[in-house]
């Protein structure tokens, strides 16, 4: 698993941790497991895409 972190331009004490890991890797499992336990606004589970639920 690899991660980058990113310090906000307005607010240096605010800092953004962005993971990675390879697809079907037991890391990129777990992460899939973490984005399962995301809700969207309209109470769908995240799935990862861009799409639209209707």
Same mark, same amino acid.
Do not use: C
């Given at each position: 698993m690899e991660y980058e972190t990113? $310090?906000?331009p @307005?607010?240096? &004490?605010? !800092?953004?941790?962005?993971? %990675?890991? +390879?697809p079907g890797s037991p890391s990129g499992?777990?992460? &899939?497991?973490l984005a399962t336990w995301t809700l %969207? @606004? =309209?109470g !769908?589970?995240? $799935? @990862? %895409? %861009?799409? +639209? =639920?209707d």
């Open positions: 990113l $310090t906000l @307005g607010d240096p &004490d605010k !800092i953004l941790f962005v993971y %990675t890991a +390879e499992q777990a992460l &899939d497991l %969207t @606004g =309209h !769908i589970p995240w $799935t @990862g %895409t %861009t799409q +639209e =639920h």
